[in-house]
């Protein structure tokens, strides 16, 4: 019971906006959009995460359409070190029912 | 570094062996977490703690038999395992309520071979 879609992998040139989208059109009300990546032979890592309003941090931005029905994530100025899989998910309960999917293998290349 | 320490990084057992995971978390959370991760498939969550209780078994086979005797330590004690169990189990920890809650912390993980 997949609760979002995202295109398996993309590829973005150092230096430049990585755009990651994610499509949760079946989203509750009360459900957060959250997003972690895991860098290879690493545990994931938390990026972000928000409710309707966008959101900002050191690592990234969330955009979140009015709707809510989809997200992109925005690394602004890639680096090598962004090569990972990028997870998107949607829940209500916090950290305790967080349910990985295949995610975005983002490649950045030199 | 993300204040969750798990060892060992590498394990490799019998099917007839007995042995243990163990996590530890510096970060004063109060939820610990067991997620396995097999290869080209997604994270599974396998169990929840909170506060010590175990509040979530995601239909886990008994030969994974977890332990959390406080809020900033949990083992997984493994035996009889099969070679299909082989894989990366990532421990995570959390804070739940307020703002931090749906953060989680992992550590680097224990990867497993059962021959």
């Known amino acids: 019971d997949a609760k979002t879609t995202q295109p398996p992998s993309m590829d973005c040139a150092e230096g430049r906006a990585a755009n990651l989208p994610c499509n949760h059109s079946t989203i509750s009300g009360n459900e957060y959009v959250y997003w972690y990546r895991q860098i290879h032979s690493q545990g994931p890592q938390y990026i972000i995460h928000?409710?309707?309003n966008n959101e900002t941090n050191e690592m990234a931005s969330l955009i979140i359409t009015e709707d809510r029905k989809s997200s992109t994530l925005i690394l602004p100025h890639a680096t090598l070190r962004d090569t990972a899989v990028y997870y998107c998910?949607?829940?209500?309960?916090?950290?305790?029912?967080?349910?990985f999917g295949q995610g975005t293998r983002l490649t950045i290349n030199p | 570094e993300t204040g969750v320490t798990q060892t060992p990084r590498h394990l490799v057992m019998g099917m007839t062996n007995k042995k243990s995971l163990k996590c530890e978390q510096h970060l004063g959370h109060n939820a610990m977490y067991w997620y396995k991760q097999s290869a080209k498939k997604p994270l599974e969550l396998m169990f929840v703690?909170?506060?010590?209780?175990?509040?979530e078994n995601n239909s886990v086979p008994s030969r994974f038999s977890p332990e959390c005797p406080n809020s900033s330590h949990l083992f997984l004690h493994l035996h009889t395992l099969q070679p299909e169990d082989s894989a990366l189990y990532l421990c995570a920890s959390s804070q739940e309520g307020g703002r931090a809650a749906g953060e989680l912390f992992f550590g680097e993980g224990s990867r497993l071979t059962v021959l």
């Open positions: 928000g409710l309707k």
């Open positions: 998910i949607v829940s209500n309960q916090g950290a305790q029912k967080l349910v």
């Open positions: 703690y909170n506060f010590k209780e175990q509040t």
